[in-house]
């Protein structure tokens, strides 16, 4: 990844610079799973003080531990933007303005009460995560199934469109075949209907009552039961290929013309030819060697 | 795609018929671009206004919209058929019965009361929409999963056709052993259910209430979640192939008119003719080589 | 498929066999039409009288109509059993049982009131549409999806077990968390219960109310959402195996070596070499003929 | 499986460890089979026994039964322990302590009432008929599966690790937006509806009831529906990975002692070096032919 926001050349913010936004050091290491740690105890605190029974008992020790971790992110986005030459770029990226709504909320409730509620948008800060799976060596599996998802982008975008289509068009069906009181209201409705069947989450919440509508719902699920079969070939097909691509070379041997060669094969193996024609076979080397003796 | 309809041979019936039946000049595909947006407003507002809180408060902007959309589409149907020289074959297409359809309803209303509840229709409209695609470059994913469908669709049909007998001797099943208070009060009832089931959609609108029928339940299950792999499976294979035979070439074999070569070869697989015209056979070559000494 | 039963010898019920043993004939192709067609009328009239109002209704027409079938069907097993050699065979096998079950029910209504409600299993004779499929040439596909079942049947089956595993050691913890009130009152319930989960049909009918045993539930889910890919993924691969091998021979070329070849090629696609071993080149033949003239 | 525990030397000792700790003598298959019908018997009481009604009328017997097979499986465990060098070390072991805990409940149940309740626990020995599939040639199967799930174990690991974030970000969103009247009350509850609805598994205990709540719903439904295609895909992949390096040899080359050579090599792809040491290189013949001339 190559870093859009220029360090500020005196040393401490050079020094800070390194440990905050690169991952190559130790302190930078260091910082990247106390950051992560921190972040996913405060996204831990919000969870726990959601829930009303927990709320009611440990509601000051929540409240102190929010303004800790405001304090904290506060201190860290303004150590952040003080090592960096232009900090108003940084504030304008998706991470600035994460940085920021994460802290925000509990400033705010000082002014207007209530706000602290926002802070379930502190969640996002936990894509930060996917800053340190870079430590733990998951890039060549992410970047793997991120160029299967970019080939097979535009297949899936075309299923997901007839998808649409298909629940618009049933969606309209069944509003006209079933009653109001079935839970079919509006067309909107009948739409989440679709959505939930076809997709075989099916809640149950609205479900055909009329003969006519169950013979459609039913015809609908098995749609929605076949046609899951589409993406799953598609993005199948494309991780065989990119794992295919990674191992085999696409050059044919110089000798006997075979292709199919492992990408770290030296000689042919079919004929033993040496496979790269700009270098020396180190055998003939050896023979020549041999013979000039 | 060829145009099945042939188009009239004065000038402005010609130019007419280019903008709106063709798609390869400016004029037209601002056109098209236009018609869609016009089609999925109409669509929209047919969505409004099924939703009564929304018919209550706007219900008289929606109608007059609707009459505008009705008027529009009215034009675009005659000038579509004045400049065709058989109109009467559009008509009997399935995008002149869908245009029909989608105006139809409205001028009813104006006879019978009512009748505009079916503009729902004008949804079917919306698969226009997949003749603009042809502008967005989607034609060859389309056409690849096209043929991906075309290839495993007998195969698919065994499925779906397994799937049915399936659901007929379980629905059968259960509706021996489960009591009608249960709701499986008929057997196209516990058809229905069956579905619901092997599908994994599971609304729970009725489910088995004695340990028998929630046994053969847990067992339909546990057949509808391990067999999604059958056309999941079949269809990966199929997309498989049409990537890998990405990778024939269209040309001809100069010797005995064979077609369909992977593009790696060099001789024809049928009459061992060297296929690259414009290079020599190395084997003559070589006899010719054999010859002159 | 070979015939288990041997045609007795005399001219009539050696033309009665072949007409409805065989298939190859027309009046034979017609008289397996025909069964179809009776069976599915027959299997829809049991459905169409399960539903109490039509049943009310139409109730003394559809009495008449199993009556006609079942005479139509018992005629047809008595002429089936008079064409063989060892008729005995016959109602021993698969199909006779199911022959005689499917009219049975009738007869024993005359003496048992209510016997007919057994009628149902006049369904499983639907299955006799598999021999229809065989006119109509889906025989390969079956066989290719039939052979790529046979493959990865270990497989699939070692993945069963296992789920049945995982269902049986969360129907336990679930058993041992939730309260009775939540409806898991008995560990074969709870096993229902997972069932459903895993599979995700659920249903909603048993759902667990406490906080432990609703963080369980997503765990299972999460599992069953994940697990899937098993199946699919042996499934796949066993499919894309099959269409490969009906498509490439095994055998290397006698002048290259090299592999991979389409089962129809004649010569090599890389070096143009005569395929096929055990005959002669007629490009060389040819040749040959030219010089010896 | 090499065996983490070192036999005693006695006789008696020795011939018992054969028998109750390896699998390839008569005797022992034999006590395999016969201690894996005793697990799923007592597996079979302990659900049985669950079921209030059959508890009612059968509880003495089933009482019984768990005493005859707790009294078993401490004999086994005893001879067990008996037959080993080290028996502590086993204790320790997985199969160790599933085999104490097995046998506890009953034990504890005689000093304090109802610890018989934990006797489900028992369900865990059943993992031992992991055991007799060695005997069932389920090992290959067995071994390619879990070959393909360490490949792609990273990669699902990834899935999982997005899935999650994914359930947390829309979690927190329907916690904001729905009411808690509608059984979003707490953020766990949240993420819990977010896991049930992402896994298509949609019981429907709690549903949104707003429009906007139904809204992101519907885009959770349709992502869940298509994300399912990446475990897959990528599980597929690594399936047929599998099968395809069934064909590698698991001979070293004689030259550089490289490994992993394709079965159709005939030099190695590191030295090329000929790699069948039976014959000659025809390479060194041509040369040999060459220099005798």
Redesign the interface.
């Known amino acids: 990844m190559t870093l859009p926001f220029e360090p500020a050349d005196t040393g401490l913010r050079k020094t800070l610079f390194h440990i905050i936004f690169e991952s190559d050091t130790r302190a930078a290491k260091i910082f990247d799973i106390v950051l992560i740690t921190l972040i996913l105890l405060s996204?831990a605190v919000?969870?726990v003080d959601?829930?009303?029974s927990l709320h009611a008992r440990f509601g000051g020790a929540f409240y102190l531990l929010e303004w800790g971790f405001t304090l904290l992110f506060t201190l860290e986005l303004a150590v952040r933007l003080y090592c960096l030459e232009r900090p108003l770029r940084y504030l304008k990226s998706f991470y600035g303005i994460v940085d920021l709504l994460s802290i925000l909320p509990t400033w705010l409730s000082l002014l207007i009460p209530g706000a602290q509620?926002?802070l379930?948008?502190r969640?996002?800060r936990?894509?930060r995560?996917f800053r340190v799976?870079r430590l733990m060596e998951?890039v060549g599996?992410?970047r793997?199934?991120t160029q299967?998802l970019t080939r097979s982008y535009?297949?899936?975008?075309?299923?997901?469109?007839t998808?649409l289509?298909i629940i618009?068009?049933f969606g309209?069906?069944i509003?006209?075949i079933e009653p109001p009181e079935a839970g079919f209201?509006?067309?909107?409705?009948a739409?989440?209907w679709a959505?939930?069947?076809?997709?075989?989450?099916?809640?149950?919440?609205i479900?055909p009552t009329t003969?006519l509508g169950?013979?459609i719902?039913?015809c609908m699920?098995?749609l929605?039961?076949?046609i899951?079969?589409?993406?799953?070939?598609?993005?199948?097909?494309?991780?065989?290929?990119?794992?295919h691509e990674e191992r085999y070379s696409e050059e044919?041997c110089p000798g006997?013309?075979?292709?199919g060669?492992?990408r770290?094969?030296?000689?042919?193996?079919?004929?033993?030819?040496?496979l790269d024609e700009d270098t020396q076979?180190p055998?003939q080397r050896d023979e020549a060697d041999g013979a000039s003796q």
Request: aromatic share 12%; proline share 4%; net charge neutral.
């Open positions: 996204v919000v969870f959601s829930v009303p509620s926002l379930v948008v969640v996002l936990a894509l995560v799976l998951f599996e992410g793997m199934l299967a535009r297949k899936i975008m075309l299923f997901l469109f998808v289509l618009t068009i309209a069906l509003y006209m209201t509006s067309m909107p409705r739409m989440y959505i939930v069947t076809l997709t075989t989450v099916g809640y149950g919440d479900t003969p169950q013979f719902s039913a699920m098995i929605g039961y076949s899951i079969a589409v993406p799953t070939g598609v993005f199948s097909a494309e991780v065989i290929r990119s794992i044919a006997c013309g075979h292709e060669h492992e770290d094969a030296k000689y042919c193996r079919k004929c033993g030819t040496w076979d055998r």
